[in-house]
């Protein structure tokens, strides 16, 4: 099956515990000797084998690297790998996942052979906050509950005024047509640190 990692962890001289999202799970594997092999690293795709052993954690065997044209590009990389870490973060407690999750990946992947990097995750980042319910698009202040014009946001992407949350405002036309069609076109690329920052404080 195939799936990407998103967390290794280093256990004995060689061995690692890999933590692997798949269409439908979040896995905790182990691996023998598995730091020898340059197949493992962080926010790869592989194509794996689990076998499954009474009283130890399954064994993750027969590793594929598939790679993503974009991996020599340091920045781009580096990102992804930001971007993984914050994923697993917000999965960690889940066995069973939504196909969303990997989805999401896939696209990312895809996008970022030709798309500036923050631009792809602020994107998807938005589509996941809409999949979970959790994007605030009616432009609600969250701390006072009160109509808010040219928000800053908070974590999550949480609308705020920028009285009840001291932080730089964004136009609210530009964040409602992110929150809307998931295009940060209209974000210059001050906005867009701005929103790569924030949405670096944690899913
Ligand atoms: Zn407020």
């Keep these: 099956m195939q799936g990407f990692i998103l967390r290794v962890t280093k256990v004995k001289d060689e061995d690692l515990i890999v933590n692997i999202l798949t269409?439908?799970?979040?896995?905790?594997?182990?691996?023998?000797?598995g730091a020898r092999h340059s197949?493992?690293?962080?926010?790869y795709k592989i194509d794996f084998e689990i076998e499954y052993q009474t009283g130890y954690l399954p064994k993750l065997r027969h590793i594929t690297h598939l790679g993503f044209p974009w991996l020599r590009d340091l920045q781009k990389h580096m990102l992804w790998q930001r971007f993984i870490r914050l994923l697993y973060d917000h999965l960690r407690e889940f066995e069973e996942v939504d196909s969303f999750?990997?989805?999401m990946l896939e696209r990312l992947a895809k996008k970022l052979t030709r798309q500036e990097p923050r631009r792809a995750f602020?994107?998807?980042y938005v589509r996941l906050l809409e999949f979970e319910?959790?994007?605030h698009s009616d432009m609600h202040c969250f701390i006072c509950d009160l109509?808010?014009?040219n928000p800053t946001l908070a974590r999550a992407f949480l609308p705020?005024?920028?009285?009840?949350?001291?932080?730089?405002p964004f136009d609210d036309k530009k964040l409602l047509y992110?929150?809307?069609?998931?295009?940060?076109?209209?974000f210059d690329e001050e906005e867009i640190e701005r929103l790569w920052q924030t949405l670096q404080e944690g899913f």
């Design 178 to 186: 992110l929150f809307r069609y998931k295009d940060t076109q209209f």
């Design 122 to 124: 602020i994107e998807e």
């Design 101 to 103: 999750y990997f989805g």
């Design 133 to 135: 319910g959790r994007l």
């Design 147 to 149: 109509k808010v014009q």
């Design 39 to 43: 197949t493992i690293n962080l926010g």
């Design 23 to 33: 269409q439908s799970h979040l896995y905790t594997l182990y691996r023998f000797y």
């Design 160 to 168: 705020a005024h920028t009285h009840c949350v001291p932080k730089e």
